[in-house]
DNA sequence: ATACTAAACGATAATCATTATCGTTTTCAT
DNA sequence: ATGAAAACGATAATGATTATCGTTTAGTAT
């Protein structure tokens, strides 16, 4: 199985940058590698963990994912719901993970392929501006929403397309 | 000028929708207007309305602004420095303005040009997904700090890509 | 194996942006 | 002019995240 590979990537990744391999990195990248689509908030993983290893506390979650944050392990995205999430980078892609957010039934989903190679090639030949990452994500209304939309022909009340 | 003939469509916006005009909200949209290319916090707009309005309150600050994003006058946004941003939106255009954020300097500068064109027709045919609005920031080197790193050939700290 | 030291930990207090509350004031249609 | 709904200012409450601090632990050198 990939994951243990993955789980041993990024224990060498942390110890190439002296940081520590303590149980509760491991648990925290544990469950990171269980649950990678479904964009977790640090409380979601800090539940999760618990399972694990329930001593750990939430502030050591915090750091933890911070810290992936910092290796560029995980990225740290933001839905404009008032939490910060943090998604698994999968290997060898390093940026091309776009979101879709419904704005109706508020689900998130994900596209894995590349949208902006020509796109990146323009901006940074334009704007003289190095890219070493990007953000993406798209408000809308996803195809089950369309569809219920057509079948009861009822008006649903708009929810606010919020930060990205 | 074009000012008052914006201010004049966002009153008609709000009459339209049976809210009321007030003072506040009046010389909130003028701050706004005057200040375009600031990415303003609700924290700026309030100190600078209060320049005008010396008797307004921050909640009326956020429930206006609240407000004009409901309408889709601002667009709020997050660039994971941990604050919401308020940026009017330019007539017409609805939403083909991206952001350039350098991770050395933390400028922010902005795209005018719709990139996204053919990337959203894509979109919308290959994953049924009717798009309303789109989010697009890119993270990476300015052209200032390229040119300062050429010249010192010092290495920079690199500063964390976060949110958004 | 033991001892050491910096790093990491858990618990929890502090911070800070945003939202809710509430009594008062204001807008605007009647 | 009047009255009701909407909006206001002040400020308390909320909730996510970060800082603090005394204790524990991982990993290295003895």
């Known amino acids: 199985m990939a994951v243990k590979e993955r789980m041993d990537y990024i224990k060498k990744q942390l110890h190439s940058q002296s940081y520590k391999l303590t149980p509760q990195r491991e648990a925290t990248v544990e469950v990171l590698l269980e649950n990678e689509e479904d964009h977790l908030s640090a409380e979601d993983v800090y539940l999760l963990v618990k399972d694990k290893a329930p001593e750990i506390g939430l502030a050591t979650v915090y750091r933890t994912l911070e810290l992936l944050n910092e290796l560029e392990i995980v990225d740290k995205i933001n839905f404009g719901d008032g939490v910060s999430r943090y998604d698994l980078r999968k290997e060898g892609a390093n940026h091309s993970h776009h979101h879709l957010v419904c704005?109706?039934?508020?689900?998130?989903?994900?596209?894995?392929?590349?949208?902006?190679?020509?796109?990146?090639?323009?901006?940074?030949?334009?704007?003289?501006?190095?890219?070493?990452?990007?953000?993406?994500?798209?408000?809308?209304?996803?195809?089950?929403?369309?569809?219920?939309?057509?079948?009861?022909n009822e008006e649903v009340g708009r929810q606010t397309v919020d930060q990205l």
């Open 103 to 152: 704005i109706q039934c508020g689900d998130v989903s994900e596209i894995e392929e590349d949208l902006l190679g020509e796109v990146e090639v323009k901006v940074e030949r334009e704007w003289q501006f190095k890219i070493k990452d990007h953000r993406l994500t798209f408000h809308g209304v996803c195809s089950k929403c369309q569809r219920e939309k057509d079948s009861t």
